[in-house]
């Protein structure tokens, strides 16, 4: 799950400070918590899943459920609807303002300048919350910010600061800003553990992004330890930090997510670390080569994790993937150029029921007699077999029973041939080769 913000509405800061970002791709949601698709530049968003029209003439019934379907619009529960030129009902309008603050702020981290400087001028709550959200390039731009906060009373959720020119000074400026819950410092190579210290009074942070801010070590990150609101922490690419400096976040219990990669001080007793975090639903671990199946064992206790990355582990064995084997709720691991996983090692796979994922690229030692151990997987939608080169048509058999599988990579498997992917194509399942 990186860190996403927007950026301030063009109708509540000066255009000097703007950011003109490329939309990202849209997110996946499921059926009872989908987000509405994003909209076009002067769309206004309606209800949980309804965004705007292409046709401005009413229609009604079986018509209207065909264009909504190709047009991309849906109507509210009243029958109201949202069109191009900004026009909203107070019935789509209250529905959208009576979801929860976390919704309107993911969706609208998809929305341009336009599109929310017109949701800001239809809705006094969103009025509120939409000038709580900022990008910053330069430290002129993180000056005006906070001056035409503090000039207008208002409160901020979420700061970026791209680019490689912020200091340890530039954070000290955020630290009288308690409202803040995400911010994110990816790249900030000037940072060092000073700047870590300045976040300590922000006491509602959530998340925090310091990946590739590598002057940071074990010492910066015990200024973390009193964050208790923390759920998020990237930390990948901190290439100082040690076994000492993961023991700082033990206190964090509502951690859900933590990005390691590219640690690779951290060991076995680094990952023992991680024991109390209970409610951890993400970890990443990948280039964390000191990692053995002994560390890999303290992961057993947390119950609540769904994805896990040991890519490039090349410590790990069989017995790690024993260890994974009570994660009931696992739904993702990706076990990439970890060398020594066999067939023996997929076996213990076969009781995660909820497994949607799974990345086996490079582990060259996995035969047909693997992938059979993958057949009672029934919610498996991905598979990375690439570099698996034992693998055969005949071991791709053992995946027809998936139904819900929707891809496979087959990248350098050559043993596979036209027939055993085309096989897997009749199926419906896109092959990557």
Same mark, same amino acid.
Request: proline residues 4%; hydrophobic residues 30%; neutral net charge.
């Given at each position: 799950?990186?860190i996403?913000?927007?950026?301030?509405?063009?109708a509540?800061?000066?255009?000097n400070y703007?950011?003109?970002?490329t939309?990202?791709?849209r997110?996946e949601?499921s059926?009872?918590?989908?987000?509405?698709?994003?909209?076009n530049?002067?769309a206004?968003p309606?209800?949980?899943s309804n965004?705007c029209s292409?046709s401005?003439s009413?229609?009604?019934?079986?018509? =209207?459920?065909?264009?909504?379907?190709?047009?991309?619009s849906?109507?509210?529960t009243?029958g109201?609807?949202?069109?191009n030129?900004?026009?909203?009902?107070?019935?789509?309008?209250?529905?959208?303002?009576?979801?929860?603050?976390? $919704?309107h702020l993911?969706?609208?981290?998809y929305l341009d300048?336009?599109s929310?400087?017109?949701l800001?001028r239809v809705?006094k709550?969103?009025e509120? $919350?939409?000038?709580v959200?900022? #990008?910053?390039?330069?430290?002129?731009?993180?000056?005006?910010?906070?001056t035409y906060?503090?000039k207008?009373?208002?409160?901020?959720?979420? $700061? #970026?600061?791209?680019?490689d020119?912020?200091?340890n000074?530039?954070l000290k400026?955020?630290?009288a800003? #308690?409202?803040l819950?995400r911010?994110a410092?990816?790249?900030?190579?000037?940072?060092?553990d000073e700047?870590p210290?300045?976040?300590?009074?922000l006491?509602n942070?959530?998340?925090?992004?310091?990946s590739g801010?590598?002057?940071?070590t074990?010492?910066?990150l015990?200024?973390?330890?009193?964050?208790?609101?923390?759920?998020q922490?990237?930390?990948?690419g901190?290439?100082q930090?040690t076994?000492?400096?993961?023991a700082?976040?033990?206190p964090?219990?509502?951690?859900?997510?933590?990005?390691?990669r590219g640690c690779?001080?951290? #060991?076995?007793e680094?990952?023992?670390?991680?024991s109390?975090?209970?409610?951890?639903?993400?970890i990443n671990?990948?280039?964390c080569?000191?990692?053995t199946?002994?560390g890999?064992?303290?992961?057993s206790?947390?119950?609540n994790l769904?994805?896990?990355n040991l890519?490039?582990c090349r410590? $790990?064995t069989?017995?790690s993937l024993a260890?994974?084997?009570?994660l009931?709720?696992? *739904?993702?691991?990706?076990l990439?150029e970890?060398?020594?996983?066999t067939?023996?090692g997929?076996?213990?796979?076969?009781?995660?029921k909820?497994l =949607?994922r799974?990345?086996?690229s490079?582990c &060259?030692q996995?035969?047909? *007699?693997?992938?059979?151990?993958l057949?009672?997987?029934?919610n498996l939608e991905?598979?990375?077999?690439?570099?698996?080169i034992k693998?055969?048509?005949?071991?791709l058999? &053992?995946?027809?029973?998936?139904?819900?599988?929707?891809?496979?990579?087959?990248?350098?498997c050559f043993?596979?041939t036209d027939?055993?992917?085309e096989?897997?194509?009749q199926?419906?399942?896109?092959? *990557?080769i």
């Amino acid at each position: 799950m990186g860190i996403v913000f927007s950026c301030i509405s063009n109708a509540s800061v000066p255009s000097n400070y703007r950011d003109n970002r490329t939309p990202r791709k849209r997110p996946e949601f499921s059926a009872n918590n989908r987000l509405p698709p994003r909209p076009n530049n002067d769309a206004i968003p309606s209800s949980t899943s309804n965004v705007c029209s292409s046709s401005k003439s009413p229609v009604t019934g079986a018509e =209207k459920k065909s264009n909504d379907e190709a047009s991309g619009s849906l109507s509210s529960t009243d029958g109201s609807s949202v069109s191009n030129n900004g026009n909203v009902s107070k019935g789509v309008l209250s529905t959208f303002e009576a979801l929860p603050v976390e $919704i309107h702020l993911e969706y609208m981290s998809y929305l341009d300048n336009s599109s929310l400087g017109n949701l800001r001028r239809v809705s006094k709550p969103m009025e509120k $919350i939409i000038p709580v959200l900022a #990008t910053v390039e330069s430290k002129e731009q993180l000056k005006q910010l906070l001056t035409y906060l503090e000039k207008k009373g208002r409160s901020i959720e979420a $700061i #970026t600061l791209k680019g490689d020119n912020f200091t340890n000074n530039d954070l000290k400026e955020l630290s009288a800003f #308690t409202s803040l819950k995400r911010v994110a410092l990816s790249g900030c190579i000037q940072i060092t553990d000073e700047g870590p210290a300045h976040l300590r009074p922000l006491e509602n942070l959530e998340q925090v992004d310091l990946s590739g801010c590598y002057k940071i070590t074990d010492k910066g990150l015990a200024h973390l330890s009193p964050l208790k609101n923390l759920k998020q922490v990237d930390l990948s690419g901190c290439y100082q930090i040690t076994d000492e400096g993961v023991a700082h976040l033990r206190p964090l219990e509502n951690l859900e997510q933590f990005d390691l990669r590219g640690c690779n001080k951290i #060991t076995d007793e680094g990952v023992a670390h991680l024991s109390p975090l209970k409610n951890l639903k993400q970890i990443n671990l990948r280039w964390c080569h000191k990692i053995t199946d002994k560390g890999l064992a303290h992961l057993s206790s947390l119950k609540n994790l769904k994805q896990v990355n040991l890519s490039w582990c090349r410590e $790990i064995t069989d017995e790690s993937l024993a260890h994974l084997s009570s994660l009931e709720d696992l *739904e993702q691991v990706d076990l990439s150029e970890c060398h020594e996983i066999t067939d023996e090692g997929l076996a213990h796979l076969s009781p995660l029921k909820n497994l =949607k994922r799974v990345e086996l690229s490079g582990c &060259h030692q996995i035969t047909d *007699e693997g992938l059979a151990h993958l057949s009672p997987l029934e919610n498996l939608e991905q598979v990375d077999l690439s570099k698996c080169i034992k693998i055969r048509d005949e071991g791709l058999a &053992h995946l027809s029973p998936l139904k819900n599988l929707k891809q496979v990579t087959l990248n350098a498997c050559f043993r596979i041939t036209d027939k055993g992917r085309e096989h897997l194509k009749q199926n419906g399942v896109l092959v *990557e080769i």
